[in-house]
T-cell receptor
Framework: DQQVKQNSPSLSVQEGRISILNCDYTNSMFDYFLWYKKYPAEGPTFLISISSIKDKNEDGRFTVFLNKSAKHLSLHIVPSQPGDSAVYFCAASGIGNQFYFGTGTSLTVIP | DAGITQSPRHKVTETGTPVTLRCHQTENHRYMYWYRQDPGHGLRLIHYSYGVKDTDKGEVSDGYSVSRSKTEDFLLTLESATSSQTSVYFC?????????????FGDGTRLSIL
């Protein structure tokens, strides 16, 4: 059973607008979360992380929000750029345990 | 560039044949991982290693074995390949002394088993 879910397989956004990618998890023991970006024919690239002691982490245009009570995290990209078009994966782990990945959301930023 | 090389990048083989995929790192990191990526499943951990000759299973380890005789190399072997093992395989490495650190991935091996 999928412990980390990304329920939107795809998302299209106009250049300059905000992209919001969502991720839900089921295991309450998860306490560390990552977002990866993947271009075709390449491996995933680490973007940003957040631990459960925080509810927000920001790095440039990328911000991750964590809502522990809802078991939900989201990645905001502002402003979106055409180069952000890629597949985005969220991943979650508990202390000392492996990461579990979501199925990915394909983001298209329209110029 | 995370200094990870996977070989081969593409392979087509037949059911029942043995297959070995290689991952080579230049970073001297302790932790190395093998994942498979399939539609509808995201990335799933097959096996990982936390040092030379130290390996452990991930969530989808059945049908796979691994070996790590040197810090820089982590091999994934399919002893008798099946069509269900057709997938894209990614190797990853991470810094530090824990499995739950951000990982850096190679560019993948596309394996087709006919």
């Amino acid at each position: 059973d999928q412990q980390v879910k990304q329920n939107s397989p795809s998302l299209s956004v106009q250049e300059g607008r905000i992209s919001i990618l969502n991720c839900d998890y089921t295991n309450s023991m998860f306490d560390y979360f990552l977002w990866y970006k993947k271009y075709p024919a390449e491996g995933p690239t680490f973007l940003i992380s957040i631990s459960s002691i925080k509810d927000k982490n920001e790095d440039g245009r990328f911000t991750v929000f964590l809502n522990k009570s809802a078991k939900h995290l989201s990645l905001h990209i502002v402003p979106s750029q055409p180069g952000d078009s890629a597949v985005y994966f969220c991943a979650a782990s508990g202390i000392g345990n492996q990461f579990y990945f979501g199925t990915g959301t394909s983001l298209t930023v329209i110029p | 560039d995370a200094g990870i090389t996977q070989s081969p990048r593409h392979k087509v083989t037949e059911t029942g044949t043995p297959v070995t995929l290689r991952c080579h790192q230049t970073e001297n990191h302790r932790y190395m991982y093998w994942y498979r990526q399939d539609p509808g499943h995201g990335l799933r951990l097959i096996h990982y290693s936390y040092g030379v000759k130290d390996t452990d299973k991930g969530e989808v380890s059945d049908g796979y074995s691994v070996s790590r005789s040197k810090t820089e190399d982590f091999l994934l072997t399919l002893e008798s390949a099946t069509s269900s093992q057709t997938s894209v395989y990614f190797c990853a490495i991470s810094e530090g002394d824990s499995i739950n650190q951000p990982q850096h991935f190679g560019d993948g091996t596309r394996l087709s088993i006919l």
